[in-house]
């Protein structure tokens, strides 16, 4: 909450403010009804109610009223599931995620094919909510994250690299599962394999710049601080 509350509300303010100034901008945007929707939602307290409750993806004229606000959002949701990944073991997590993948896939399809499948309007709204947020296919960086810090802070300890990775417990179909719907999925904006590329690229880059001290402590202070920085 300190990492992400106080900064979220300051560009909301700052919208607001904006918009009373009549420079427009994404509170503008946000009271303005998309095709279909409720005057409701587009009210003021719906939309600040829902900025506080990191909801604003239910609405394609909400999700982003604070610009990369919906990045903000899916990091929220990402924070919600570390509990289940903390009561449950890597390998049943992953097994989930096989299984979602392969239902999101037909999601995906009813998402953009409502002309030839006839489901209710609600349902192709929710569908479209839930690929708007992007939970589905970004968790999966966040679950990698979470395996690799497991299996370096076991390595850190002594142990071998092989029982390492005994000790995480996940079958080989299992991972060849996970990777083939990890690339099959698609994100909302780019590729996975580009997504893929870009964070190596920023390991190497930042694998650099905490080789420098002075520039170490700016980069720890971003990390720790702020992730919205």
């Known amino acids: 909450m300190a990492r992400i509350y106080p900064l979220w509300m300051l560009f909301l303010f700052v919208q607001i403010i904006r918009y009373f100034i009549g420079e427009g901008g994404g509170w503008a945007d946000a009271q303005k009804l998309g095709t279909g929707e409720s005057k409701l939602i587009h009210s003021p307290i719906a939309i600040i109610v829902m900025s506080v409750t990191f909801t604003l993806w239910i609405s394609a004229s909400l999700w982003n009223i604070i610009p990369g606000g919906w990045s903000i959002q899916a990091e929220v949701g990402h924070y919600l599931l570390f509990p289940i990944l903390r009561k449950h073991g890597v390998s049943r997590i992953i097994r989930w995620v096989n299984y979602h993948n392969l239902f999101m896939c037909l999601l995906l399809t009813l998402s953009v094919s409502t002309h030839v499948i006839n489901i209710p309007q609600f349902a192709h709204y929710a569908i479209n909510a839930w ?65 893929l590329g870009y964070i190596i690229m920023m390991l190497f880059t930042s694998a650099g710049i905490y080789r420098i001290l002075n520039l170490r402590k700016i980069f720890i202070f971003l990390g720790k601080y702020s992730y919205f920085i």
């Not at 996970?178 to 698609?186: G, Q």
């Open 131 to 195: 690929v708007r947020l992007n939970l589905f296919a970004t968790f999966q960086y966040f679950l990698l994250g979470v395996i690799c810090f497991y299996g370096y802070s076991e390595y850190k300890k002594g142990k071998e690299l092989k029982s390492v990775l005994e000790s995480i417990n996940v079958s080989n179909i299992s991972i060849i599962l996970f990777t083939i719907s990890f690339f099959f999925l698609p994100l909302y904006s780019g590729s996975q394999p580009e997504a």
